[in-house]
Every structure is written in structure tokens, then in C-alpha cells.
């Protein structure tokens, strides 16, 4: 996700390892793909999360991983 959002702004992290740190006015349909590609792994994040929820209820350990993840 940090990938997408320097390069929204015109920023490759890849080159600030060399020093670089030149800013490229990406294009619109470079900014769509960005926001849509950025959507898709917010999606699948959320799955993820959501698999992992089903997971713990399936093993009875979801109350105890709440104790913990709400404190």
C-alpha cells in the first residue's frame, strides 16, 4: 500500500536506496490503476481478516484472541 501511495504522489521507493528522490507527475490513468490496484489489496486484505475470524470460531479460540486484540 506504501508502494501505491509514493507513487500516486510521483515517488519511487525502489530509487530512494540510491539517493533519488526525483518526483514524476504520474499520468491519470497511471493514478487509476494505482487507486484500483490499491482497492484490490484493501479487498483482499479484509478477506484475509475475515478468513482469519472464521478460522479462530472454527478452533474455539476466538474469544481469547479478542481478549487480546481489544485491550
Known amino acids: 500500500m ?3 501511495t509514493l507513487k500516486a504522489l510521483g515517488y519511487d521507493y525502489r530509487q530512494f536506496d540510491k539517493n533519488n528522490f526525483t518526483k514524476h507527475e504520474p499520468t491519470p490513468e497511471q493514478i ?3 487507486w ?3 482497492q484490490r489489496e484493501i479487498k483482499q486484505s479484509d478477506h ?3 478468513q482469519f475470524d472464521v478460522e479462530l470460531k ?3 479460540l476466538y474469544a481469547w484472541w ?3 486484540k481489544d485491550k
Do not use: A, I, R, Y
Request: charged share 15%; hydrophobic share 20%.
Open 32 to 34: 487509476q490503476q494505482l
Open 36 to 38: 484500483q490496484s490499491q
Open 66 to 68: 479478542h481478549s487480546f
Open 2 to 4: 506504501l508502494d501505491n
Open 58 to 60: 472454527k478452533g474455539g
Open 48 to 50: 484475509e481478516v475475515t
